[in-house]
């Protein structure tokens, strides 16, 4: 018995003697596997972040250097002693077509002490260069009304054109111009899904710049036709055979109803496609792509439509969805505290509904649909937690954030009030896409949107950074 308690105690410390140290070797090796990963995933993130960092100073470069040529803002500086003739407070809400300010609209003019200016979409900076600085300035306060509301502290207005170049490169200069007259003015940017937004933004043009009446027409054969029993008016007074065929709305380019989102959104796609744009391009070459696009669509030889009227001609309905070549020059010219971007979704609390959704005909169609076919249609009775925060982040944005509780309740429910009732006014089964095109819209702007998302929190650290600089007890805006 002693014999075999000596021999197993051998046995014991040979064991020990040589398996414990070689777990200690495997565990050293593991741990240092590990450490080796982590230092090697801390070096991709390193030089992932540094290669971003460069892309976005060639994209400011290359953007300065167009805002320069672009734009004579030189001459503009506000002395210091016209400081005292601004308002206190300045909202200026910027979007894009079809980007949801409706719903921006809701909330600032129910405001305490808002202004309430002569229209809510001015459209002011797209021509401000016939005014001297001095005379700039008073004509858009003017228009606010600002001058002569009393009490009124909050001077506001919004325009889903600030936030697109869809016209002139002069639109480059918008953000500069703002910060140049009115240097503590804070702006609001509000962004959508690209696809959706843009699919919106045809839709709208179809409905209510080709066709004079959406109740009379449907969507047959891939393209808007006449509503049985709809007739041409003149028809009645003896009018020839070339009476149209379709109830064009006043000014509206013959055969407009033939470029439907499908045929639009495609003819546009394949154009941008040639253009190889880049995430970080200039917007000086995101200008020049627009314009050659342009063409394929309206107004010269091979056109899809061959003349429109001015105001008439289709959108360039995928230009203003390149977030990321016209947001820096907002982050070039705002300070990042005097900036804020918000999504329409998350402001809204809707999400979109489907531009492929199975079709309807006619608008009395779509209008009812039931809420169990399509419940993202339907508002929701109270607002949701994804919506609270945006809408609080916009009072705190402009100084408001010590609202009332009763107030802050009706608050929230106005945004997705409006945008609900005005995506069910929306005919979308009388412009359908393909889940095929809009699988390619969507793989196309992917690397746009990621890039996008990068200058976002780049967007949210310089904020978070210069709050904590100018009030050291408050972090966040």
Same mark, same amino acid.
């Given at each position: ?16 003697? +040589? ?16 450490? !080796? ?42 002395? @210091? ?24 609209? #809701?909330?600032? $003019? ?30 858009? &306060?003017?228009? *606010? ?45 509000? +962004? ?14 179809? *409905? $209510?710049?080709?066709?004079?009446? %959406? ?13 049985? @029993?709809?007739?041409? %008016?003149?028809?009645?007074?003896? !009018? ?9 709305? =006043? ?17 546009? *796609? ?6 190889? &744009?880049? %995430?970080?391009?200039?917007?000086? /070459?995101?200008?020049?792509? #627009? ?43 705002? @300070? ?21 959704? =199975?079709?309807?005909?006619?608008? !009395? ?52 009030? !409006? ?10 089964? *009388? ?15 992917? %690397?746009?949107? /990621? ?27």
């Amino acid at each position: 018995m002693e014999l075999f308690s000596l021999r197993t105690l051998l046995s014991l410390r040979t064991l020990l003697a +040589v398996v414990v140290p070689l777990a200690m070797i495997a565990a050293s090796a593991v741990l240092e596997k590990r450490h !080796g990963v982590d230092a090697e995933a801390a070096d991709r993130a390193a030089s992932a972040a540094e290669a971003l960092s460069r892309r976005l100073a060639r994209q400011r470069a290359s953007n300065e250097a167009f805002v320069n040529r672009t734009c004579s803002l030189s001459s503009l500086v506000m002395a @210091p002693q016209q400081a005292s003739s601004l308002p206190p407070r300045l909202v200026i809400g910027a979007g894009y077509p079809s980007s949801g300010v409706t719903a921006l609209v #809701g909330v600032l $003019q129910r405001l305490p002490n808002a202004c309430e200016p002569k229209r809510t979409e001015l459209n002011f900076w797209s021509g401000t260069s016939r005014y001297g600085a001095e005379q700039t300035r008073h004509t858009y &306060l003017d228009r *606010l009304r600002w001058r002569w509301a009393d009490p009124c502290s909050l001077a506001w207005e919004v325009s889903e054109r600030y936030g697109s170049l869809e016209g002139s490169s002069r639109r480059a200069c918008l953000p500069a111009q703002i910060r140049v007259y009115f240097p503590t003015a804070r702006v609001v940017l509000l +962004v959508a899904d690209p696809v959706q937004r843009a699919w919106l933004q045809q839709t709208r043009w179809l *409905l $209510q710049r080709c066709a004079h009446d %959406p109740a009379s027409v449907e969507f047959r054969g891939g393209a808007l036709v006449a509503r049985p @029993p709809w007739k041409d %008016p003149r028809a009645q007074w003896g !009018g020839d055979g070339d009476s149209p065929t379709f109830p064009y709305a =006043p000014y509206a380019a013959v055969g407009c109803e033939k470029l439907s989102a499908q045929v639009h959104l495609s003819s546009e *796609l394949e154009c941008y496609r040639g253009c190889a &744009l880049r %995430p970080n391009a200039s917007a000086e /070459l995101l200008l020049r792509c #627009g314009s050659l696009c342009a063409r394929r669509i309206d107004g010269h030889k091979g056109a899809l439509l061959r003349s429109c009227s001015p105001g008439m001609c289709p959108p360039r309905a995928l230009q203003p969805s390149h977030y990321s070549l016209t947001l820096p020059l907002w982050l070039a010219s705002i @300070p990042c505290r005097q900036l804020l971007i918000l999504e329409r979704s998350a402001f809204t609390g809707l999400k979109w509904f489907s531009p492929g959704l =199975p079709p309807r005909r006619t608008i !009395g169609e779509a209008l009812q649909t039931t809420a169990q076919e399509q419940p993202r249609l339907r508002a929701p009775t109270t607002a949701n937690s994804g919506q609270r925060e945006p809408l609080k982040a916009l009072l705190r944005f402009v100084g408001l954030q010590g609202i009332n509780a009763t107030a802050l309740d009706k608050l929230r429910r106005l945004p997705t009030a !409006g945008a609900a009732l005005d995506e069910r006014d929306m005919p979308f089964a *009388l412009n359908p896409l393909t889940p095929q095109l809009r699988s390619s819209l969507e793989a196309y702007f992917s %690397p746009f949107q /990621l890039h996008f998302r990068h200058m976002i929190k780049a967007h949210k650290r310089c904020v978070r950074d210069a709050s904590a600089a100018h009030d050291p007890q408050r972090t966040t805006l």
